[in-house]
């Protein structure tokens, strides 16, 4: 079964700044996708960004960037240029793209992030 | 998202009661999931649906069920609450083939205490 760890359970970074979070994963796929959600106070869960597995390309959002290293199995987050409406909980997750059909995500345990004036 | 929607937003029951949460879909998206979320542990599968009446088991699934029959809506059922199942409970659809692997659209969540 794959695993999502995320081994920085709280961060802060001071607005303007720009702050990592981490992601490891395992699995014996090859072909899968990995995903990083926000989830702000009002709890809603936003896409931020989605990286296919088989692209070598580091998908890019504009503030949001990541660094996906497939043989290290790690994916971070990278934000520039801090806001405080980044201020939230980021989740890491993971989807098999063989799995018969069901997408069905694997998560992390989540990293809260706050942005400080 | 506007495209689904759960209810309750909020509910607070007594241990041993039956709870049905419901979450509704417009966008006829094949797959729908049930989410729980507790600190400390992110996100976890509770069961999902492929199909009208066709569900399976997520990762915690133990004293949960659902049920399916229209395409619209999932429900899902604790048959006798618990205080463990005091939780924040997400659904999510997708559909393969769509976007393939583009992700999930939730819905805004039902936080369930039991007391």
């Known amino acids: 079964a794959q695993t999502v760890t995320q081994s920085q359970p709280e961060m802060s970074v001071q607005e303007a700044e720009t702050v990592t979070l981490s992601c490891t994963y395992d699995t014996s796929e090859n072909n899968y996708y990995l995903f990083w959600y926000k989830q702000p106070p009002s709890r809603q869960m936003i896409l931020v960004i989605r990286q296919e597995a088989y692209k070598q390309q580091n998908a890019t959002e504009n503030r949001f960037s990541v660094n996906f290293q497939k043989a290290a199995k790690s994916f971070s987050l990278k934000i520039s240029d801090s806001q405080l409406g980044d201020t939230a909980m980021y989740f890491c997750a993971f989807m098999n793209s063989q799995q018969g059909g069901s997408e069905k995500l694997v998560f992390g345990k989540g990293t809260k992030l706050t942005v400080n004036p | 998202d506007a495209g689904i929607t759960q209810s309750p937003r909020h509910k607070v029951t007594e241990t041993g009661t039956p709870v049905t949460l419901r979450c509704h879909q417009t966008?006829?998206?094949?797959?729908m999931y049930w989410y729980r979320q507790d600190p400390g542990h992110g996100l976890r599968l509770i069961h999902y649906s492929y199909g009208v009446k066709d569900t399976d088991k997520g990762e915690v699934s133990d004293g949960y069920s659902v049920s399916r029959s229209k395409t619209e809506d999932f429900l899902l059922t604790l048959e006798s609450a618990t205080s463990s199942q005091t939780s924040v409970y997400f659904c999510?659809?997708?559909?393969?083939?769509?976007?393939?692997?583009?992700?999930?659209?939730f819905g805004s969540g039902t936080r369930l205490t039991v007391v």
């Open positions: 966008e006829n998206h094949r797959y």
């Open positions: 999510a659809i997708s559909e393969v083939g769509l976007q393939p692997g583009g992700g999930y659209t």
